[in-house]
Every structure is written in structure tokens, then in C-alpha cells.
């Protein structure tokens, strides 16, 4: 039986009143939201904190919703809703095809999207996603409310740039013209962490690649992004050759581990094969030429 | 800490330690042993029971979670007579062991709820979440389609019986 150790818990039932219950009981205190990923760990003793501040009661904080020229999303809003969210599918594809492979129906219902980023796994299939659009996270501390890029959102595996009394509020990504998305994932069984996955947005202006992101996760990728592959085909031609060369790099440039999910050199060919599929749906939806 | 969580639409309480999972809560504190607790890692859905009408894995779960909320069990599927979902595993033999047969059964009626005709992909992927481990797949896909047939047919005859 799989039980977490004893802790207190509390509930927030508004984001002042979460970051007044963080401040009060300090560093260990935990914010949860689905729990998914964090009570997991507690019950293997991976994580102990000592109070629990339970989230769920900030409904505000569920949103999918247009804001200017960005798309926000709420931090509680669920896995479930962002796969079915009509208004991302307008923008950005990747969205519901990272979602469909994230855990099962179930899990979706519960777990949210703040929490799989706060969480902050190392295999997280949204911190791709959100890296690759090259979105923002907002943060509020009882001093204020600020801003970070998604891609200086993680400090490392578990850890965050979300300080010890705030709470992350929202993640925002700007909505581009003429652009097309899409996610590759490999995983052993339906469900399962990624052993590798790769996630893309391209631009076109004309033949020319205008903009383009890549997320990739699993595999050690810093920032869970590919810059040097992104420089190479920024202000390309939208050719199979100039994505052919950008997933080589995308493949030498990150740092994938052994382990039980496979061998360092079936990892690197992974997100080479993935990154050029990736690449290649999302020209191909940018020209309208795919669905 | 206390907990007051509305069962099967029946007032529960009890004073409960504040790591006590939803399952252990629905079978222990109220011997409600009909949501079975599995893999106890949100892998299996034999646990699945819904939380203010979302179906979710009571394992991971806090009982405290479900504090001021409605839960509805496998227990709360029969009415006078067996929900349909419940008439098409007997019909369909959608059960061997039996072990995920009441998370299948809280998902699949979640399924036909929002969606009363779905196609076997739809369903392969609503339970995708629900692992049996007899490998008895085919059959309770049957069941859910037993149990969509069935009831698109009752709501036919009750509209006829209305005059529509």
C-alpha cells in the first residue's frame, strides 16, 4: 500500500489567500492542483512536504481565452480541456497532439496544466509544447505579478523559476499567422512518458521559413528547445533538405541519458526522425497543404 | 480534519487523517468495496469513480479533495433495474476476473453520457485509461455498444410513448 507521509493540508480558495498560506508555512509547502504529479511522488516518498495547500477551488484560473494577441491559458485549466479546446485547434494543433498522448482520459480529466509545468519533469510532453511556441509563464508573489519565458521557466529536473511563495498564474502564447504545428511522440506503451518527443511551430512568408520553434523533451535538450536548429532554418527556403539538416541538429544537439527506455544512439535517431516529421507536418499545415 | 462528501447522493462524513486517498475513503470508511483498488499509481482505472460527474482515479485522489463534493460510485449505477452499462457486461460477457469491472463500467457510462453513439475507436480511447488484465477488450467494447444500442432504442420508445 502506497501511502504519502503525514502532512497538513490546506485549501486556497483564493490566489491571494494560496500565496498568504504559502508564505505562513514556508518552504515546505506544497501548492496542488490534480495531484497526478505530485501525489505519485508522495506516496513513493519522493517528495514530503509538510503542508499541502489544495488549489482546485481556483476556478478563475480555468481558462482557455484569447487576450490581445496572445492565447492564455489558466494554470488549473485540464489536460482535457486543452485537447478539446475548438480555439487551439485554430492556432496550434500541437496542443491537442501532445495532449492525445499525454497519459490516459482519466489522468487528463484531472490533471492540469500549471502542474505538469510546475512539476517540471524532465519528460513533460507541455514543456515542449509551450517551449517550442516560446510562450510566457506569469507568476504572482504577494509583491506582484511578473513574467517569464517559458524557456528560463525551468531551472532544472523538478525545479522551476517559480519561487517558494508564489503561484503560476497563467501561460501565454502568441497566436502567428500562417503558421502550422504539430508534436511527435514515441512512447513504450500507450500513456508512458516520452522516450523521446519533438514539437514544432513553422511560419511561412512566401517559401521562406519567417519564424519557427522547436520543443523537444526527454532527451536532455536545454530549455526543452533546439535554438541552433531554429537559426538554421529561420529565413530558410521551406525545403525537405533545409528540415533534413535541422533535425540532424536537433539530434547532435541534445543530451539523451541510457536507461530503461532505451540506448543513448536510438534516442539521438529518435528526435532526428521525429524533429524532421514534426517539421514537415507543420509547413505543410502552414501552407494549408495539410490538416 | 473532517470531510463531508456526497455518495451516491447520500451525506457521508467522517473525521479522516488528510492523507487518506478517495479510494481508501469510499472502501474502508463507508465499505463501498465496489471501486477496487488496483496498481495504486494511476495506472489501472480500477479505481475510476466520478468526482462531480468527471470520472477520475480515486487512488490518486485525496479523500479531502472530495470534501463538499458529489462522488458516484459503481454502487450508485443501479437504479430499479441495472444501468444499461451494467445490463451489456452481463449480455456481452464484458467481464472474466472482474477486477476492472467497475472502472470500466463508471467510465463507459461518463462515455455514453457525453457522447451516446460512439464508434469502437471512440471507446478503444475513452478506456484507455482502464486496464484489464484478462485482456477481455473485444467484449466490453461489445458491452458499451450493448449499452448504446439499448438505450438510443429506450429513448426512441419513450418518445413514441410521448406522442413525438
Known sequence: MQVPAPFEYERATSVDEAIALLTRHGADARLVAGGHSLLPMMKLRLARPETLIDINGLSDLDYIRVDGDEIALGAMTRHAAVLDSPLLAEHYRIFAEAERVIADPLVRNRGTVGGSLCQADPSEDLSAVFSALRGRAVIRAASGTRSVDLRDFHRGPYETAVGPAEILLEVRVPIRPRTGSAYQKVERRAGDWSIAAVGAFVQIDGDTISDVGIGITAVGAEHFACVAAEDQLRGSPATPEAVAAAAATCARSCHPSADQRGPEDYKRHLVEVLAGRALTQSIARARGEAS | ?164
Open chain 2, 1 to 164: 480534519m473532517h470531510v463531508n462528501v456526497t455518495v451516491n447522493g447520500a451525506e457521508t462524513g467522517a473525521d479522516i487523517e488528510a492523507r487518506l486517498l478517495l479510494v481508501h475513503y469510499l472502501r474502508n470508511e463507508l465499505g463501498l468495496t465496489g471501486t477496487h483498488w488496483g496498481c495504486d499509481t494511476s495506472n489501472c482505472g480500477a479505481c475510476t469513480v466520478w468526482l462531480d460527474g468527471v470520472p477520475v482515479k480515486s487512488c490518486t485522489t485525496l479523500a479531502g479533495m472530495a470534501d463538499g463534493h458529489e462522488v458516484r460510485t459503481v454502487e450508485g449505477l443501479e437504479g430499479t433495474d441495472l444501468d444499461p452499462v451494467q445490463q451489456g457486461f452481463v449480455e456481452e460477457h464484458g467481464l472474466q476476473c472482474g477486477f476492472c469491472t467497475p472502472g470500466m463500467m463508471m467510465t463507459a457510462r461518463a462515455l455514453l453520457d457525453r457522447d451516446p453513439d460512439p464508434d469502437e475507436a471512440t471507446i478503444r480511447e475513452a478506456i484507455s485509461g482502464n486496464l484489464c488484465r484478462c485482456t477481455g477488450y473485444e467484449n466490453i467494447i461489445r458491452a458499451v455498444r450493448w449499452a448504446a444500442t439499448h438505450e438510443a432504442a429506450a429513448r426512441a420508445a419513450d418518445q413514441e410513448g410521448a406522442g413525438v
